[in-house]
């Protein structure tokens, strides 16, 4: 099959496409990391809605069955997380919806496991808030998913980051918050690539001071804290900490860039993984991981090394905007029935970056439906760029 694609240079070239066929999804698939898939969410744009309001029509039919298509093939799910767009339009209200559904849904679903994200989106940024108000929003949305019967995964917080004067209001918030909830919960530091209002966060600009006071917290947490997500896109800060965690509390690896070396693991031990890049990714991360769980090094790289190409295309900066990639590749695979988006998000990124994911995306396994994708790409093209 062959395509014509915009090139860098600004010619439209003729692309093979090298897997022209069919590609089987692995089912059933035995890990031995933790891999949670952080997953997007399925806007239905023939409802009246507003694209830029936070409050998005949710597909529920189109959002729920990719979760069960990301179970099916063994991973977990991070349910409500940046890669729903949460604080980039998805608010509050829709996304205590989709905990609610997300979590019901699971329970239907033999060995189904998530966990959700709870933060403090609902506060206005336009204002300070304080301290207190920023733990009561914490305890808020910790009860909303507690209650639905999930677990939590505490984000990071717009409204800490900018309420805060130093570590020990940092420390102060998390162990009211941590005291209070129900179960042992995931920790979540994502950096300032990916959100530029959570710049110096656990009170310091400098990772290694933060990291310090992040220990802290977590030694007099551990047996609360599941583990930690670290999303520096920086893998030696990732290995620094992870050597440093207390015995039972897991390193997650939140590394889009590096994530392909630090899950394999080294002297400093292994990362397991909350990932974005899982979720367009889903069938060769499933094939890769069973592979690493049979202590098939080699074929685990040969599986996974060339989606890592693919995922610092689709987290390249500015890296907020990766969602639009995600969204993207699930349309050109037949997950959903068009490339809208939250927000409007779908046109945070050009032609150009969008040819370039296809031409990745191809040669890393990723198109499960090639015949398809050609088809849909050649649309997209035809409409946003008269190719």
């Known amino acids: 099959m062959k395509i014509r694609l915009p090139s860098a240079d600004g010619r439209v070239v003729d692309y093979v496409v090298q897997r022209p066929e069919p590609i089987v999804s692995p089912s059933g698939a035995s890990f031995n990391r933790v891999a949670y898939a952080a997953a997007h969410v399925v806007v239905d744009p023939s409802q009246a809605w507003e694209p830029w309001s936070g409050a998005p029509a949710i597909d ?12 099916g093939l063994g991973f977990q799910v991070a349910e ?11 608010g509050w209200q829709g996304a205590a919806e989709l905990i609610r559904r997300s979590v019901a849904h699971a329970r239907q679903i033999p060995g189904a496991d998530l966990a959700c994200g709870a ?7 336009s204002r300070p808030h304080s301290l207190s108000e920023v733990i009561a929003a914490y305890k808020e949305q910790f009860e909303v998913v507690e209650s639905a019967g999930g677990r939590a995964i505490m984000t990071a917080s717009r409204a800490l980051c900018a309420a805060a004067r130093s570590a020990d209001d940092y420390q102060n918030v998390y162990d009211a918050v941590i005291a209070g909830s129900r179960d042992k919960i995931v920790l979540h530091w994502l950096g300032e690539a990916f959100d530029a209002s959570l710049a110096g966060y656990w009170g310091s600009q400098d990772v290694r001071t933060a990291m310090t006071t992040v ?12 583990g930690i997500k670290i999303s520096l896109l920086n893998a030696e800060y990732e290995r620094e900490l992870r050597a440093q965690l207390p015995d039972g509390v897991k390193m997650y690896t939140g590394d889009d860039f590096n994530y392909g070396d630090l899950i394999a693991g080294d002297s400093t031990g292994i990362s397991h993984a909350l990932l974005g890049i899982f979720d367009p990714i889903a069938p060769v991360a499933a094939k890769a991981l069973g592979l690493l769980a049979k202590q098939d090094l080699e074929g685990y790289r040969a599986a996974i090394d060339p989606t890592v190409a693919l995922s610092r295309e689709l987290f390249r900066a500015p890296t907020q905007y990766y969602k639009a990639g995600v969204v993207f590749l699930a349309w050109l695979n037949g997950h959903q029935d068009h490339f809208s988006m939250a927000g409007g998000m779908e046109s945070a990124r050009s032609v150009q970056h969008f040819a370039e994911v296809f031409r990745m995306a191809d040669q890393a396994g990723v198109l499960i439906r090639p015949e398809l994708a050609v088809q849909r790409m050649a649309h997209f093209l035809s409409v946003r760029a008269g190719v």
Not at 60 to 71: E, H, N, V
Not at 119 to 125: K, M, S
């Open 60 to 71: 529920w039919d189109k959002t729920l069955a990719f979760r069960s298509y990301l179970y």
């Open 80 to 90: 409500a997380m940046d890669t729903a767009q949460r604080g980039m339009g998805l």
């Open 119 to 125: 933060g403090t989106d609902q506060l206005d940024d």
């Open 215 to 226: 220990l802290h917290i977590i030694r007099l947490h551990a047996g609360k804290i599941e």
